[in-house]
């Protein structure tokens, strides 16, 4: 982008003048905000890589560098809280990027008003979430808000994590012929959220599925499997995650629905909701793109973690370059999977 | 602080049951947030040194790793907005630690509604301040929250920088005859908002002193100068900075308030609001203590820097083990200078 272009907002004022909750979404809305408005400005070959994190060459080393803010609604789920989300989010990013999670930052915005009882529920929470992803907290900042102009507590977390030699993986390295693992079943923790949100009774609550995703990750990367591309399932679930993929390296990703595991409860949330498990979104799954001799060593590591003992193979790239997701359903029809405009459920992370 | 105390939150529910706007105003009651709930659950070596950062030792090489959040109301005033505080004020905290900038992550919580044309003016603004900091913006994240649960934009940034071999700058390393220096006039920063958002009006608008420390902070550095410990007069002011100093280290810091420069209309617009410009945030300003025999030449240094242009000896470290700042005043009488409960000014930055 030239500079002299600088004046004009790139997103046309006509179409969309104003924010809208979907540009928060991960869906389709989202990606244009990313691409015009924040890429264009910000452009640079680090940030053009379009992972979850940046690489960063230090003097020989590599670290990796990722950031991510939680505004999660309500604060408090089965399975978690806002704090559980905002360390296993941001170490799960790293270790998207092959990185072992060292460091992490947290900055709180707290809303004037906010039960302090509260607030120490959720440290507590990060702490031992801290703890359990292996990443130490080393840094941070508060600022407090007037009342209504806030949420009660919002959080963002950064961190800093180091990457072994010769590791190359993100969406440039996929390539035709590698096998997508999805480490779990899919929408837990998107309809845990909204079944506390919408009041919905079930016979046993929903489980969110956020946890770190450390042992899983460094039993592909330490078992010497070749891995090209890891993905967390966050906004948007599987189906964004796969379709980001497949057009970034302008390829086409092949997957077989009835290999992708739903709980029973979820899919009977997602039916009374209207939503489509595919596109809600997770907090402890990933998909890892391996190559094809790799794949069964790799499924066979992954199912001896309790995190990812239900790991299935769902599919495979192939060459056609168009960019596309694409799934045979239970019945053996295939359909091409599209980027929602917005996410189904906002604020669920 | 033992694993078992943590089901009980550590601040007296009796005293503070909710969060406060004091409680993110830089003075006493931010301290006991950050005391008794962040670090009561966060404590490790790390993170207790109390600094800006955190150096980061990562196999031979270290690393300084900060975070700051950004909520200042109005978004825009004179000399600056939200961006371009995002970007100076999370790079001037790693000059703090000695560290040369590096890399820089942007977590944004926008509220639906949004002027898409505001974001864009922010996202140009930090690009710009971006490169005047020489720092790459290389990572992510956006989050969008409903109308009413947020107020326009909140940005987080999460910086790393590279601390040269030997550097060991922050409040510990201050001592006994160190000479503080304070690199410009105070109080700008905190008054240009204030002036906007009470709708002061002067013959010429205040102007924020917001600006990367980058130069007069490496000029020190490089010069060979003995700096001992660096600390940016944001919140709370140049008072709250010297007193968190000489609390830390338990010395007793002496200055003299007729060598502390504050601009006609900045002291005016305080004594129109009762405010004391020692308490009021700067975003472009910083105290450096060094060694005795190493100021003079500091002092120049400094000068010869536009940012730093009216830089001033303003007192010195003494052995009385108090923890506490004392001011001579115009008139030549002593007084202590106290931490505020809360900040004189909610919002600031």
Same mark, same amino acid.
């Given at each position: 982008?030239?500079?002299?272009?600088?004046?004009?907002?790139?997103?046309?004022?006509?179409?969309?003048?104003?924010?809208?909750?979907?540009?928060?979404?991960?869906?389709?809305?989202?990606?244009?905000?990313?691409?015009?408005?924040?890429?264009?400005?910000?452009?640079?070959?680090?940030?053009?890589?379009?992972?979850?994190?940046?690489?960063?060459?230090?003097?020989?080393?590599?670290?990796?560098?990722?950031?991510?803010?939680?505004?999660?609604?309500?604060?408090?789920?089965?399975?978690?809280?806002?704090?559980?989300?905002?360390?296993?989010?941001?170490?799960?990013?790293?270790?998207?990027?092959?990185?072992?999670?060292?460091?992490?930052?947290?900055?709180?915005?707290?809303?004037?008003?906010?039960?302090?009882?509260?607030?120490?529920?959720?440290?507590?929470?990060?702490?031992?979430?801290?703890?359990?992803?292996?990443?130490?907290?080393?840094?941070?900042?508060?600022?407090?808000?007037?009342?209504?102009?806030?949420?009660?507590?919002?959080?963002?977390?950064?961190?800093?994590?180091?990457?072994?030699?010769?590791?190359?993986?993100?969406?440039?390295?996929?390539?035709?012929?590698?096998?997508?693992?999805?480490?779990?079943?899919?929408?837990?923790?998107?309809?845990?959220?909204?079944?506390?949100?919408?009041?919905?009774?079930?016979?046993?609550?929903?489980?969110?599925?956020?946890?770190?995703?450390?042992?899983?990750?460094?039993?592909?990367?330490?078992?010497?499997?070749?891995?090209?591309?890891?993905?967390?399932?966050?906004?948007? @679930?599987?189906?964004? !995650?796969?379709? %980001? *993929?497949?057009?970034?390296?302008? /390829?086409? #990703?092949?997957? $077989?629905? =009835?290999?992708?595991?739903?709980? @029973?409860?979820?899919? !009977?949330?997602? %039916? *009374?909701?209207?939503?489509?498990? /595919?596109? #809600?979104?997770? $907090?402890? =799954?990933?998909?890892?793109?391996?190559?094809?001799?790799? !794949?069964?060593?790799?499924?066979?590591?992954?199912?001896?973690?309790?995190?990812?003992?239900?790991?299935?193979?769902?599919?495979?790239?192939?060459?056609?370059?168009?960019?596309?997701?694409?799934?045979?359903?239970?019945?053996?029809?295939?359909?091409?999977?599209?980027?929602?405009?917005?996410?189904?459920?906002?604020?669920?992370?």
């Amino acid at each position: 982008m030239s500079r002299f272009d600088s004046l004009q907002c790139p997103i046309p004022i006509a179409d969309y003048p104003i924010v809208l909750l979907a540009h928060g979404g991960g869906g389709r809305l989202m990606h244009e905000l990313i691409e015009r408005i924040f890429r264009a400005a910000f452009h640079n070959p680090l940030l053009d890589t379009q992972h979850d994190g940046a690489l960063l060459p230090l003097d020989g080393e590599r670290l990796a560098f990722t950031t991510d803010s939680f505004v999660v609604h309500p604060h408090r789920f089965p399975g978690g809280d806002i704090g559980t989300l905002a360390v296993y989010g941001t170490v799960n990013d790293l270790l998207m990027c092959g990185a072992r999670p060292r460091y992490l930052s947290l900055g709180f915005i707290l809303e004037e008003g906010l039960p302090m009882e509260t607030l120490w529920q959720v440290v507590c929470s990060m702490r031992d979430a801290a703890e359990r992803a292996q990443v130490q907290i080393v840094t941070g900042d508060t600022k407090v808000v007037d009342r209504g102009k806030g949420d009660g507590i919002f959080i963002n977390s950064a961190a800093i994590g180091t990457v072994a030699p010769g590791l190359q993986i993100g969406p440039t390295s996929v390539r035709p012929g590698d096998v997508a693992i999805l480490s779990g079943d899919v929408g837990r923790h998107g309809m845990a959220v909204m079944a506390v949100r919408e009041g919905l009774e079930f016979e046993s609550a929903i489980e969110s599925d956020c946890a770190p995703l450390t042992a899983p990750v460094m039993a592909l990367l330490e078992g010497g499997v070749e891995v090209h591309c890891l993905r967390d399932l966050t906004r948007g @679930g599987l189906a964004s !995650a796969l379709i %980001e *993929i497949a057009m970034a390296r302008q /390829l086409t #990703v092949q997957i $077989e629905e =009835r290999a992708i595991p739903v709980d @029973g409860e979820v899919r !009977a949330a997602c %039916e *009374i909701l209207g939503l489509d498990p /595919l596109y #809600v979104a997770n $907090e402890g =799954r990933f998909v890892a793109f391996v190559a094809a001799q790799d !794949a069964a060593r790799a499924l066979a590591l992954l199912q001896r973690q309790p995190l990812a003992a239900n790991a299935a193979i769902i599919g495979e790239v192939t060459a056609e370059p168009q960019g596309l997701v694409t799934m045979r359903s239970v019945i053996g029809v295939n359909r091409i999977l599209s980027l929602l405009s917005g996410e189904q459920l906002p604020r669920i992370c």
